[in-house]
């Protein structure tokens, strides 16, 4: 083994900050770089503000949802759900480990052909499929989850059409104990109308029903009203086999679970409040064995997490612009980046920590952005040491929505980095230039020319 190179010993003087107000130490730690990449390089390499994608984390956080539900169901698939970060690159560290495409438009079809998923392996969600997309679904034998009765009655339009029988799953909605209940998207459980979809599926004869799907509802944080989900759509499967004699060969559970972000007002940090995947894999899995269906006939089961999936992989970096006192005196320090890039900001008030050292020196804070709209806020209260201009922070777990969710407004989009599991950084979006985003206008003759 190679002698390792002596360093000196060193003294650091330690930062306690001040209590905040449960009495406990607020915490404070300059985050200086990422898998081993230092941020200022970063930034003085790709920009001001910068998103960066951690490609290890993305797999490491995969590798262990796929480990806490196979060790406890034998069939398990999930698909990658492209809404939630749809970066090609994003997506294809996603397909690597092995994962199906999740979609809910034509434009994300799309994306997902283009970046190699066979079409048997993307399932197809949303209220909204025109008929050249379904065209595209049916030809590439995708899955189709019908969310409406007049969806199901144009595919059998087009099964006719085609000469095909597509592949399709119903979406329900149901009343799990959670309120307001998603009851949007889907036939209703409890009315009667996801039978009846599935009865007018099998009667047709034009359609294979091969599944059925449920989408809860987001940022979950109960456990057992997903187990309540499994019950059922396992009842709806039963009825099928039994009544139908048609075989529901999976049950899709959709996503909603939480990542470790703190929601907006919430008492305690979303750290220590939100289930851990091992726990909803458990009530999940045991849901399903209890079905009653024969070991042989157990569903394949489907998931389409994506926010607790991606959102610790993902951080933003960005640069102190100025300080100032509010009328109230309160100090406002602000960023170069806004709710036009960070959307989730209106959400979760995330972690933001210096990128340099810094004195132990702590005040309440608001940080805004540096757009000229009152409620570019990206925290409207934060205790962080006392930041100025040129300083740079990290923000952290925001690789969920924020890149699909984005805005052009005011300023325009930034760089996009991932760093790989060897620790090298990739550019997977290019920042946004005054030419790109006038490329799509077009000038009537009679504006060409004016005088002032």
Same mark, same amino acid.
């Given at each position: $083994?190679?002698?390792?190179?002596?360093?000196?010993?060193?003294?650091q003087?330690?930062?306690?900050?001040?209590?905040?107000?449960?009495?406990?130490?607020?915490?404070?730690e300059?985050?200086?770089?990422?898998?081993?990449?230092?941020?200022?390089?970063?930034?003085?390499?790709?920009?001001?503000?910068?998103?960066?994608?951690?490609?290890?984390?993305i797999?490491?956080?995969?590798?262990?949802?796929?480990?806490?539900?196979?060790?406890?169901?034998?069939?398990?698939?999930?698909?990658?759900?492209?809404?939630?970060?749809?970066?090609?690159?994003?997506?294809?560290?996603?397909?690597?480990?092995?994962?199906?495409?999740?979609?809910?438009?034509?434009?994300?079809?799309?994306?997902?052909?283009?970046?190699?998923?066979?079409?048997?392996?993307?399932?197809?969600?949303?209220?909204?499929?025109?008929?050249?997309?379904?065209?595209?679904?049916?030809?590439?034998?995708?899955?189709?989850?019908?969310?409406?009765?007049?969806?199901? &009655?144009?595919?059998?339009?087009?099964?006719?059409?085609?000469?095909?029988?597509?592949?399709?799953?119903?979406?329900?909605?149901?009343?799990?104990?959670?309120?307001?209940?998603?009851?949007?998207?889907?036939?209703?459980?409890?009315?009667?109308?996801?039978?009846?979809?599935?009865?007018?599926?099998?009667?047709?004869?034009?359609?294979?029903?091969?599944?059925l799907?449920?989408?809860?509802?987001?940022? $979950?944080?109960?456990?057992?009203?997903?187990?309540?989900?499994?019950?059922?759509?396992?009842?709806?499967?039963m009825?099928?086999?039994?009544?139908?004699?048609?075989?529901?060969?999976?049950?899709?559970?959709?996503?909603?679970?939480?990542?470790?972000?703190?929601l907006?007002?919430?008492?305690?940090?979303?750290?220590?409040?939100i289930?851990?995947?091992?726990?909803?894999?458990?009530?999940?899995?045991?849901?399903?064995?209890?079905?009653?269906?024969?070991?042989?006939?157990?569903?394949? /089961?489907?998931?389409?997490?994506?926010?607790?999936?991606?959102?610790?992989?993902?951080?933003?970096?960005?640069?102190? /612009?100025?300080?100032?006192?509010?009328?109230?005196?309160?100090?406002?320090?602000?960023?170069?980046?806004?709710?036009?890039?960070?959307?989730?900001?209106?959400?979760?008030?995330?972690?933001?920590?210096?990128?340099?050292?810094?004195?132990?020196?702590?005040?309440?804070?608001v940080?805004?952005?540096?757009?000229?709209?009152?409620?570019?806020?990206?925290?409207?209260?934060?205790?962080?040491?006392?930041?100025?201009?040129?300083?740079?922070?990290?923000?952290?777990?925001?690789?969920?929505?924020?890149?699909?969710?984005?805005?052009?407004?005011?300023?325009?989009?930034?760089n996009?980095?991932?760093?790989?599991?060897?620790?090298?950084?990739?550019?997977?979006?290019?920042?946004?230039?005054?030419? &790109?985003?006038?490329? $799509?206008?077009?000038?009537?003759?009679?504006?060409?020319?004016?005088?002032?």
């Amino acid at each position: $083994m190679q002698k390792l190179k002596y360093e000196s010993p060193a003294i650091q003087k330690m930062n306690a900050g001040l209590m905040n107000k449960y009495g406990s130490r607020t915490e404070y730690e300059p985050v200086k770089q990422i898998d081993g990449v230092a941020v200022k390089d970063l930034i003085a390499q790709y920009g001001s503000p910068l998103f960066v994608i951690s490609e290890r984390t993305i797999r490491r956080t995969y590798q262990n949802a796929v480990r806490a539900f196979k060790t406890r169901y034998p069939k398990v698939q999930f698909a990658w759900s492209y809404k939630t970060n749809y970066i090609n690159a994003v997506c294809k560290v996603f397909h690597q480990e092995g994962s199906w495409a999740e979609v809910v438009s034509g434009f994300e079809y799309r994306k997902a052909l283009g970046n190699g998923v066979p079409g048997n392996k993307i399932i197809f969600n949303g209220p909204e499929k025109t008929n050249e997309e379904l065209k595209l679904a049916i030809n590439n034998d995708s899955l189709i989850h019908i969310d409406h009765f007049e969806e199901l &009655y144009q595919l059998i339009d087009l099964s006719d059409e085609l000469g095909k029988k597509p592949r399709v799953a119903i979406r329900v909605n149901m009343d799990t104990g959670i309120y307001p209940m998603w009851d949007r998207f889907g036939f209703n459980y409890e009315n009667g109308q996801a039978w009846s979809a599935i009865q007018k599926i099998v009667a047709s004869g034009k359609l294979q029903l091969t599944g059925l799907h449920c989408h809860i509802g987001t940022f $979950m944080l109960s456990t057992d009203a997903y187990a309540i989900a499994v019950k059922k759509l396992g009842d709806l499967a039963m009825n099928a086999k039994t009544q139908l004699n048609t075989q529901i060969q999976y049950l899709d559970l959709g996503g909603g679970l939480p990542s470790a972000n703190t929601l907006r007002g919430a008492y305690l940090p979303g750290s220590d409040t939100i289930p851990s995947v091992d726990e909803f894999a458990e009530a999940i899995t045991n849901a399903l064995l209890q079905l009653g269906f024969s070991s042989n006939e157990l569903p394949l /089961l489907i998931l389409e997490s994506g926010r607790a999936l991606i959102d610790d992989a993902g951080y933003l970096l960005g640069s102190v /612009l100025a300080n100032k006192r509010l009328s109230d005196g309160r100090r406002a320090t602000i960023m170069d980046f806004g709710v036009n890039i960070l959307f989730t900001s209106f959400w979760y008030e995330h972690k933001i920590s210096p990128a340099q050292d810094f004195t132990h020196h702590t005040e309440d804070m608001v940080l805004y952005g540096p757009l000229c709209m009152n409620i570019d806020v990206v925290r409207q209260s934060v205790n962080l040491p006392l930041l100025n201009r040129g300083d740079q922070v990290v923000v952290h777990k925001v690789g969920a929505y924020n890149m699909t969710q984005w805005m052009q407004f005011i300023q325009m989009r930034p760089n996009v980095v991932m760093i790989d599991e060897k620790g090298n950084t990739h550019l997977i979006r290019e920042a946004e230039t005054l030419e &790109y985003i006038e490329q $799509m206008e077009k000038m009537p003759d009679h504006l060409q020319h004016f005088s002032l």
